[in-house]
């Protein structure tokens, strides 16, 4: 069965430091992937996602993430972290079934940033 | 292009009441999805649609829980009766056949 596993629950920055969230999953076939933000009372947002092609994505807001296949990963990544960046963020794997896809997330890194 | 809309935004209910959330997903979105998010958790899917067919339903508490999509649009997630335990936001998502789902703001039951 499919899992995603976000190792770090919670991490802290300061404002223009680089950034970093893990995100290892656990699919039998070639997954599709995404991370979604989530600020306080809101909805999910999507990010970025990755199906096929290249293993580097780019995404909103300056972010960017890496899927590397040996290592099961796909790390969200941002050069200089921005206040607003302050969130709730989740990396989700999509298993395809059919024409329909269930989306499977893991447990959310909380990141706050420092001015 | 109009989001996911969901309502209400907000819900306190007495445990053993029933409450009942709705969910109106993007126009054309043949796929739909119901979560539950506990505080501090991720997203668990509860249920998902295809059209007005249930393809996967496997993590809903049925003896509690039902959900409904009858013309293949709007959709309906019951509590009946509730459980303090069931205090979570409750996410509906829709997706047409490209794999990404977008999510509505989501509905915050309280069970007191």
């Known amino acids: 069965a499919q899992s995603v596993t976000q190792p770090d629950i919670h991490i802290t920055v300061s404002e223009g430091a680089s950034l970093e969230l893990r995100c290892n999953y656990s699919y039998g076939a070639t997954p599709y992937l995404f991370w979604y933000v989530q600020s306080p009372g809101q909805g999910l947002q999507l990010l970025l996602k990755?199906?096929?092609?290249?293993?580097l994505v780019q995404g909103i807001k300056g972010f960017e993430a890496e899927f590397k296949r040996s290592q099961s990963s796909f790390n969200l990544r941002k050069p200089s972290v921005h206040w607003s960046d302050a969130a709730e963020y989740f990396c989700a794997v999509g298993a395809r079934s059919g024409r329909t896809d269930k989306l499977i997330f893991g447990t959310g890194t909380r990141l706050q940033v420092f001015p | 292009e109009a989001g996911v809309a969901q309502s209400p935004r907000y819900k306190i209910i007495e445990k053993r009441q029933s409450v009942a959330f709705w969910c109106n997903p993007i126009s054309g979105h043949a796929t739909l999805y119901w979560y539950q998010q506990i505080l501090g958790q991720g997203p668990k899917l509860l249920i998902q649609?295809?059209?007005?067919?249930?393809?996967?339903d496997s993590q809903l508490p049925k003896d509690r829980f039902s959900a409904e999509r009858l013309k293949g649009v709007d959709s309906t997630l019951k509590i009946q009766p509730a459980k303090l335990e069931d205090s979570a936001v409750y996410l509906c998502?829709?997706?047409?056949?490209?794999?990404?789902?977008?999510f509505g703001q989501g509905t915050r039951l309280t069970v007191v």
């Open positions: 649609f295809q059209n007005n067919g249930v393809v996967d």
């Open positions: 998502a829709s997706s047409a056949d490209t794999g990404q789902a977008f």
């Open positions: 990755y199906f096929s092609g290249d293993t």
